[in-house]
């Protein structure tokens, strides 16, 4: 069912055909279309297809309207782009009908500022672009060309799941930013007051804070250093003949002198304090409820990000006040030791694949290859993944090799085709950005700085490893982002019709804030919904997905 909305609360819908992908009836006015999509959600429970989720959703949860299934149109074709090695293009629904028709693309509208809970909400459908009944027949268009292209993928019926999985994240992610993550604005002010001391006035740095800045002054002999400036605070070391190559925490643990300590207990609180302080709760805690607004696929390996609040960097001091309602609990559940698991799926290793049977995948592989050293399994394993396979690494990763002989060459064919400028793909078929576009640092999503490419042969050979590094990681870590995404969509759909709410997302972390009685039902679930998402993607694997699941009033109590 295609739908558009008119910026007023009305808009169009038109039948279409799932199978066929064509229009199926005409199409019909909707002068109150959160009732008309209500209406036909509960008779027919179509896969809606409109251009943006996060233009639409969130309007329809507002007037307290819940959908099962979708096609997001701009998040389908930034996969196919992306798949063509053509990442980055613009996405919209008119660029994709511009390119298909090869008339010049338009750019993608600015994305809006990122707005708190709290700031006014204007009309209904305030964030979806003005649409008329044409706008529907846009809508095929670029939908039978995206069902077109999926087809001609190396493996269509993979893509196809991607796609779904990405338009049912999609919902997800809007569906938690209206619900919100419950806070107690009260225990934040405690752990707070307790870290830092009382909230100064105008925003002044708290007791604590202040009184480490006038210590690391005078340890360094520097009245009025900001140590919160990195500028100033190489400055001042240099002056006490200490060169510093930069001023993070990894550099300051190796330095010998008083201030060091310092520095490293200040930067922490001041991390706390100016991302996660008093400001930060009266701008984004409202009525109990955080509510950020998530960004699915913001990180280049399919890995979700957040606009404004920093809800994916929360610190676990702070999580204090992530408490669950009176009469309810919070169900964490942490998919453990996934990357690895997804290595033993994909390389179709059976080696590792036994040992990704059991429970503790390390201590299987410990007892199975390296004489029961729990630490020497995780360091081959970890440093296979991630390229860290030189230095006291290559002992254990020599054992790996010999031992786990296609999972380490599933890996080393992905650093090999990054090395020589190629693209990879995760298991569904999202595709890395190509060589000639910026680098991208996978946890973060933010441009990594790596050599030139066309400088002399030593900075190529350096450029060619770091983007063998990248492409070694993307084709696990993407794929581990494909399972949480099926996690996500099957638990999802295994909650409605309770009354538990998916909260909280972080790669490999699902919350459910749920009434107390529903929790050991909720748990269950998770645990259906690991095994399923597993079977969706790899089929009847002997590899496991074990959750660890815990049901606490309090998130740091998980």
């Given at each position: 069912m295609?739908?558009?909305?008119d910026g007023?609360?009305g808009g169009?819908l038109?039948?279409?055909?799932?199978?066929r992908?064509?229009p199926?009836?005409?199409?019909?006015?909707a002068?109150?279309?959160?009732?008309e999509?209500?209406?036909?959600e509960a008779h027919?429970?179509?896969?809606?297809?409109?251009?943006?989720?996060?233009?639409?959703?969130?309007?329809?949860?507002r007037?307290?309207?819940?959908?099962?299934?979708c096609?997001?149109?701009?998040?389908?074709?930034?996969?196919?782009?992306g798949y063509?090695?053509?990442?980055?293009?613009?996405?919209?629904v008119?660029?994709a009908?511009a390119?298909?028709?090869g008339?010049?693309?338009?750019?993608?509208?600015?994305p809006?500022p990122?707005?708190?809970?709290g700031?006014?909400?204007?009309?209904?459908?305030d964030?979806?672009?003005?649409?008329?009944?044409?706008?529907?027949?846009d809508?095929?268009?670029?939908?039978?060309?995206?069902?077109?292209?999926?087809a001609?993928?190396?493996a269509?019926?993979r893509?196809?799941?991607l796609?779904?999985?990405e338009?049912?994240?999609?919902l997800?992610?809007a569906?938690?930013?209206h619900d919100?993550?419950?806070?107690r604005a009260d225990e934040?002010d405690r752990?707070?007051?307790?870290?830092?001391?009382?909230?100064?006035?105008?925003?002044?740095?708290?007791a604590?804070?202040?009184?480490?800045?006038?210590?690391?002054?005078?340890a360094l002999?520097?009245?009025?250093?900001?140590p919160?400036?990195p500028?100033?605070?190489?400055r001042?070391?240099?002056?006490?003949?200490i060169?510093?190559?930069?001023t993070?925490?990894?550099s300051?643990?190796?330095?010998?002198h008083?201030?060091?300590?310092?520095?490293?207990e200040?930067?922490?609180?001041y991390?706390?304090w100016?991302?996660h302080?008093?400001?930060?709760?009266?701008?984004?805690?409202?009525?109990?409820?955080?509510?950020?607004e998530?960004?699915?696929?913001?990180?280049?390996?399919?890995r979700?990000a957040?606009?404004?609040?920093?809800a994916?960097q929360?610190?676990k001091?702070?999580?204090?006040?992530?408490?669950a309602d009176d009469?309810w609990?919070?169900?964490?559940?942490?998919a453990g030791?996934?990357?690895?698991?997804?290595l033993?799926?994909?390389?179709g290793d059976t080696?590792?694949?036994?040992?990704?049977?059991?429970g503790?995948?390390?201590?299987?592989?410990?007892?199975?290859s390296?004489?029961?050293?729990?630490a020497?399994?995780?360091?081959?394993?970890?440093?296979a993944?991630?390229g860290?396979?030189?230095?006291?690494?290559l002992?254990?990763?020599?054992?790996?090799?010999?031992?786990?002989?296609?999972a380490?060459?599933?890996?080393?064919?992905?650093a090999?085709?990054?090395q020589a400028?190629?693209?990879?793909?995760s298991?569904l078929g999202?595709?890395?950005p190509?060589?000639?576009?910026?680098w991208?640092?996978?946890?973060?999503?933010?441009?990594?700085?790596v050599?030139?490419?066309?400088?002399?042969?030593a900075?190529r050979?350096?450029?060619?490893?770091?983007r063998?590094r990248?492409?070694?990681n993307?084709?696990?870590?993407?794929?581990?982002?494909?399972?949480?995404l099926?996690?996500?969509?099957?638990?999802?759909?295994?909650?409605?019709?309770?009354?538990?709410?998916?909260?909280f997302?972080q790669?490999?972390e699902?919350?459910v804030?749920?009434?107390?009685d529903?929790?050991?039902?909720?748990t269950?679930?998770a645990h259906?919904?690991?095994?399923r998402a597993?079977r969706?993607?790899f089929?009847?694997?002997t590899?496991?997905?074990p959750?660890?699941?815990?049901?606490?009033?309090?998130y740091a109590d998980?």
């Amino acid at each position: 069912m295609a739908v558009a909305a008119d910026g007023s609360g009305g808009g169009w819908l038109q039948p279409y055909d799932d199978a066929r992908g064509t229009p199926s009836g005409p199409v019909a006015a909707a002068p109150d279309l959160a009732a008309e999509v209500a209406h036909r959600e509960a008779h027919d429970a179509p896969r809606w297809l409109w251009a943006s989720t996060a233009a639409v959703y969130p309007a329809l949860l507002r007037a307290g309207v819940r959908l099962s299934r979708c096609h997001d149109l701009e998040l389908t074709e930034a996969l196919l782009l992306g798949y063509a090695g053509r990442w980055g293009e613009p996405r919209s629904v008119a660029a994709a009908l511009a390119r298909r028709a090869g008339a010049p693309v338009p750019p993608d509208p600015p994305p809006p500022p990122a707005r708190p809970p709290g700031d006014p909400q204007g009309s209904l459908f305030d964030l979806a672009p003005a649409a008329s009944a044409d706008t529907l027949a846009d809508l095929g268009l670029a939908y039978a060309d995206q069902r077109r292209r999926i087809a001609a993928t190396g493996a269509p019926e993979r893509f196809r799941l991607l796609v779904a999985a990405e338009s049912a994240g999609a919902l997800v992610a809007a569906e938690m930013g209206h619900d919100g993550l419950p806070w107690r604005a009260d225990e934040h002010d405690r752990v707070l007051s307790q870290l830092l001391g009382p909230r100064a006035p105008g925003g002044a740095l708290p007791a604590r804070l202040a009184r480490l800045s006038a210590a690391i002054a005078e340890a360094l002999h520097a009245p009025g250093l900001h140590p919160d400036s990195p500028a100033e605070l190489r400055r001042a070391f240099a002056r006490a003949g200490i060169r510093l190559p930069d001023t993070r925490a990894w550099s300051l643990r190796g330095v010998d002198h008083p201030a060091a300590p310092l520095v490293l207990e200040y930067k922490e609180l001041y991390r706390v304090w100016s991302a996660h302080g008093w400001s930060w709760c009266d701008t984004w805690v409202h009525q109990g409820r955080f509510r950020p607004e998530y960004v699915p696929a913001g990180v280049v390996s399919g890995r979700w990000a957040t606009r404004g609040g920093g809800a994916l960097q929360i610190p676990k001091v702070v999580r204090r006040a992530v408490v669950a309602d009176d009469g309810w609990r919070l169900v964490v559940a942490d998919a453990g030791q996934l990357e690895p698991r997804v290595l033993a799926a994909v390389s179709g290793d059976t080696g590792l694949a036994a040992a990704a049977a059991t429970g503790d995948l390390y201590a299987a592989l410990a007892a199975e290859s390296f004489d029961g050293d729990r630490a020497r399994a995780k360091v081959a394993l970890l440093g296979a993944m991630y390229g860290q396979t030189g230095g006291a690494a290559l002992p254990a990763v020599a054992v790996l090799r010999q031992r786990y002989p296609e999972a380490w060459r599933y890996v080393e064919q992905a650093a090999r085709t990054g090395q020589a400028g190629g693209l990879v793909r995760s298991w569904l078929g999202r595709t890395c950005p190509p060589a000639s576009a910026a680098w991208y640092d996978l946890d973060t999503g933010g441009a990594a700085e790596v050599p030139a490419l066309d400088g002399d042969g030593a900075r190529r050979e350096a450029a060619a490893r770091a983007r063998g590094r990248f492409t070694r990681n993307f084709v696990i870590q993407a794929t581990a982002a494909e399972w949480a995404l099926a996690l996500l969509g099957v638990l999802r759909a295994r909650l409605r019709g309770c009354a538990a709410q998916l909260v909280f997302f972080q790669h490999d972390e699902v919350v459910v804030h749920c009434p107390a009685d529903e929790a050991e039902a909720v748990t269950a679930a998770a645990h259906e919904a690991a095994d399923r998402a597993g079977r969706l993607l790899f089929g009847d694997v002997t590899v496991r997905f074990p959750l660890d699941v815990s049901v606490v009033r309090c998130y740091a109590d998980a």
